[in-house]
């Protein structure tokens, strides 16, 4: 199993080869405890992918997990926002080009 930081370069790329000319952030984690990963800016439109290694990852119960599952699901009500792991990647990544066009 690759590591999460290998997972989220390969997916960096693969963003931005689905959405060319997309600006992909990697937000800072000190400044907002749990918030996302990744902000993904395309045209008029963002969203933002907390990305997991596993889905197993996203499950453990943590303080940490409990935040990012609120800000996940707040960000999601504003735009789009998920989270992101090698299983639902093609899910995740088809849902977030539909928000781009909508």
Request: glycine share 2%.
């Amino acid at each position: 199993m690759a590591s999460e930081s290998d997972f989220q370069k390969k997916l960096k790329k693969e963003i931005s080869e689905r959405f060319p000319g997309c600006y992909i952030l990697k937000n800072d984690p000190t400044m907002i405890q749990g918030i996302p990963d990744l902000t993904i800016l395309y045209n008029d439109r963002w969203a933002m992918l907390e990305v997991k290694q596993s889905e197993k990852a996203r499950h453990k119960s943590s303080t940490t997990i409990k935040q990012q599952e609120t800000h996940v699901a707040r960000l999601n009500d504003m735009s789009f926002a998920a989270f992101i792991f090698p299983e639902n990647k093609e899910d995740v990544l088809d849902a977030m080009e539909r928000s781009f066009t909508v």
